[in-house]
């Protein structure tokens, strides 16, 4: 009997003696090349979905944070592991570091602006870089400094000033200014007008008296005396104000600062050798020499337009008269002899007359002599005190002081005839002590 038909035909196969013998041996290659290709597509596939670059991972990697240590992803993929593996290595850090941080080196430096911030669990300590706080050395040129001067006939140290004073307007006047004195606010200080009374400025004021005012020849300083550190010394400030220097440093009494006609020297009256006697100076106060060495004393310079000679009161007689003495040659010549005393000698611009005051006739007024003594004339003949003469610029007209009102004020008068004498200050304070200069 005959078995029965396969209904499934197509599953029949006809027996195959080289199959029966070599089936196990081909099925079990057949599996391990399929599971080698497996591994190694599995590789590639991972290499290719996790590389950090590879534009289809779908999962890129975080950013780092600041400081953190940067890592080389290395896969090495050995034939035919299944899995890759990575090896960190970290790149060193781009400074030495000095301090202690967990999320990275930290820098230590003295450097002002830092371009990295810490992170917030950063337990570093940084060491702040040093300030340095200099001490200035005293400048020449400023008061109120430490340096301390012996005061010689040939002291060269600059002593030390502070500028005290703001600027104030100066007007521009053809005729020039006038600076004084004035006690309007309680101690003197110095003022500057206008010839004719008007813009009236304060330019000094301190705790002290500042008084004997002397303008520059250019007009731009203006030299004065000051009692302010206890004893009276010479100071120059600028004409607005500002600026304000001490040129004199000495335990003596300074005074009558007047400068030279080319504004380098300042001719000064001091008692620090004892008794008052003649001494210039550079205008930075520098360079002090005397000029007059008399036992008795020499007072109230004034240079002559040429810069050639000074003259100045000398009480070396029974009364005091006016000199004049030879820069250089350092000769001297007496030129008055009126049995009064004679004072506060002021040269006139072109250098032909010598103003200053007498008391020849128990009074004092204004009288002018030549430079040779000749030619005596007074200019004043009034019942009050008329002193300290002071010429214009062009030489014909002399301000001076006068008490002729009750006080001290300020009159303006014709040089050669003592007419029209006008007060062109009436403050019922003391006006004293004119100069007449730029």
């Known amino acids: 009997m005959l078995p029965p038909k396969n209904p499934f035909p197509e599953d029949e196969f006809p027996p ?22 497996t591994a190694w597509i599995g590789g590639l596939f991972g290499l290719i979905m996790f590389s950090p670059n590879s534009v289809v991972n779908p999962f890129p990697p ?9 890592a080389t992803l290395t896969s090495t993929v050995p034939f035919p592991t299944i899995a890759p593996t990575w090896t960190f290595t970290p790149e060193p850090p781009p400074a030495t570091a000095t301090d202690t941080a967990t999320s990275g080196p930290t820098v230590t430096g003295t450097a002002i602006v830092l371009t990295t911030q810490p992170t917030t669990t950063s337990t570093s300590t940084r060491t702040a870089a040093p300030i340095v706080t200099e001490t200035p050395l005293p400048s020449p040129t400023q008061l109120g400094g430490s340096v301390t001067a012996t005061a010689t006939a040939t002291a060269t140290t600059q002593p030390v000033g502070t500028p005290t004073n703001t600027a104030v307007p100066i007007s521009n006047s053809p005729t020039g200014h006038i600076v ?5 606010n309680g101690d003197a200080d110095v003022f500057i007008v206008d010839p ?17 005012p002397s303008l520059s020849p250019d007009g731009k300083k203006i030299a004065f005396v000051s009692d302010r550190n206890g004893n009276p010394e010479i100071y120059v400030v600028n004409v607005d104000g500002t600026g304000e220097v001490r040129l004199t440093l000495t335990s003596a009494i300074e005074g009558n600062p007047a400068w030279s006609p080319d504004g380098l020297k300042i001719a ?10 003649v001494y210039v100076m550079n205008a ?16 109230w310079p004034s240079w002559s337009p040429d810069g050639t000679k000074v003259a100045f009161q000398s009480s070396r007689n029974p009364t005091v008269d006016i000199y004049t003495i030879d820069v250089v040659a350092k ?21 032909a007359r010598i103003a200053y005051q007498s008391d020849q006739d128990d009074n004092f007024e204004l009288y002018s002599i030549k430079p040779d003594g000749s030619d005596e004339t007074q200019l004043t003949n009034n019942p009050a005190a008329d002193t300290h003469p002071a010429w214009s610029l062009d030489g014909k007209k002399i301000a001076f002081q006068s008490d002729r009102k009750g006080n001290s004020d300020i009159f303006v008068m014709d040089a050669f005839t003592g007419a029209e004498a006008t007060g062109i200050l009436t403050d019922p304070a003391d006006d004293r002590q004119p100069f007449w200069g730029k």
């Open 16 to 37: 195959r003696a080289s199959l029966n013998r070599y089936g196990p041996i081909f099925i079990n290659v057949l599996t391990i090349g399929c599971l080698i290709a």
């Open 62 to 70: 975080p950013p780092l944070p600041p400081l953190a240590v940067i």
């Open 180 to 184: 004084f004195a004035s006690t309007r």
């Open 196 to 212: 004719d009374g008007n813009n009236e400025q304060l330019i000094v004021s301190a705790s002290s008296n500042d008084d004997r």
């Open 268 to 277: 000064f009256d001091s008692n620090r050798g004892g008794n008052f006697d």
């Open 284 to 299: 930075d106060g520098n360079g002090v020499i005397q000029l007059t060495t008399n036992a008795k004393d020499d007072r």
């Open 331 to 351: 000769t001297e010549t007496r030129l008055t002899d009126n049995g009064g005393n004679n004072q506060s000698p002021a040269w006139s611009p072109d250098g």
